[in-house]
């Protein structure tokens, strides 16, 4: 059995690794985060040590570190994304694994950072990028790479998540902080679009604020039209007052059908990184430059067949 602690344990996506570590037959020795909301840990590891300040837990972890019977083997972490590096190089200091939810880091400079503390320490960091175990974005991989064509696949992305106004108030909302719309929400369907068609070969932006943005990416094997927004007002009328998140890919005018079969996918992965085929650094560092790329560009105008077709509505 194996002993992990857990970094931003009150996050949106906590309680998935919560449940991937208990499911896989592991222990959450202790979890921290600055807020206290963090009853969910009662229904899936009630005899966690918690901890409200990152100096105590952190103290508690290196205690733990003196005895291999009671050393922690993994650090999971959940924590806001500007947050990522520090507590990465904590956990590998720790001489623990590490796994991180996406984005790892904003920037391909940090990547080569944490390669060095992995060479120091020598523990792993392990990146999430669970649509990699999708069972559909599988079989979509799978058709392109046997199919012989002529011309690239064209692609369309659109994904809307509506948020409230706490959304702006929250970390999530300071691009200090985020990174941006396109890096917090986008960062693993840039992930999922290099795993299924190739490496990038062009990165257009068309628009971009605080709340969406959209471009082009041409891959080798697929040119892709994207639209990524937290505003409910871009919803389609099909779903506007019914349903408060909008995802969508087609294929060549297909639609790739990936809504179910998300909910166990934290698990998958927690349990290919325990056999040793998890993704790591360099698996995350094409999505890492795409994102990196995205917010230094200044929009331009959408070229013929480039632009996406909810960006002609936008002011």
């Not at 690794?17 to 909301?37: F, P, Q, W």
């Not at 939810?101 to 020598?122: H, I």
């Not at 509506?162 to 917090?184: C, H, I, L, Q």
């Not at 960062?187 to 969406?212: P, T, W």
């Amino acid at each position: 059995m194996k002993r992990f602690a857990l970094i931003g344990a009150a996050g949106y996506i906590a309680p998935r690794h919560m449940r991937a570590i208990k499911d896989t037959g592991h222990e959450l020795v202790c979890a921290y985060d600055i807020n206290d909301s963090v009853g969910i840990i009662d229904s899936l590891s009630p005899q966690s040590e918690f901890f409200t300040e990152f100096e105590r837990f952190y103290d508690y972890a290196w205690r733990l570190k003196r005895d291999p019977a009671t050393a922690l083997d993994f650090v999971s972490i959940c924590s806001p994304n500007y947050l990522h590096h520090p507590h990465i190089t904590a956990g590998l200091r720790l001489g623990c694994d590490v796994i991180c939810e996406k984005p790892l880091v904003p920037t391909t400079a940090m990547l080569d950072d944490l390669s060095l503390t992995e060479r120091e320490t020598g523990k792993r960091l392990w990146n999430i990028l669970q649509l990699r175990h999708h069972q559909a974005i599988i079989d979509l991989k799978n058709r392109v790479q046997v199919e012989k064509r002529a011309h690239k696949h064209e692609v369309d992305l659109t994904y809307i998540t509506s948020r409230g106004r706490w959304y702006m108030e929250s970390w999530k909302g300071d691009p200090r902080k985020s990174f941006g719309v396109a890096t917090n929400i986008g960062v693993h369907f840039y992930d999922m679009l290099h795993f299924i068609f190739g490496k990038l070969q062009r990165n257009v932006v068309h628009y971009a604020n605080d709340f969406k943005a959209a471009g082009y990416l041409e891959y080798e094997n697929a040119r892709v039209r994207w639209f990524l927004s937290i505003d409910a007002d871009d919803l389609p009328a099909s779903v506007k007052g019914k349903k408060p998140t909008y995802r969508s890919i087609t294929c060549d005018g297909e639609e790739i059908e990936f809504s179910e079969g998300f909910t166990d996918l934290h698990t998958v992965s927690y349990q290919a990184v325990l056999d040793g085929k998890g993704y790591g650094i360099e698996d995350a560092r094409h999505c890492v430059e795409t994102v990196e790329t995205i917010r230094t560009l200044t929009p331009t105008r959408a070229q013929e067949g480039e632009g996406h077709p909810f960006v002609a509505g936008l002011k």
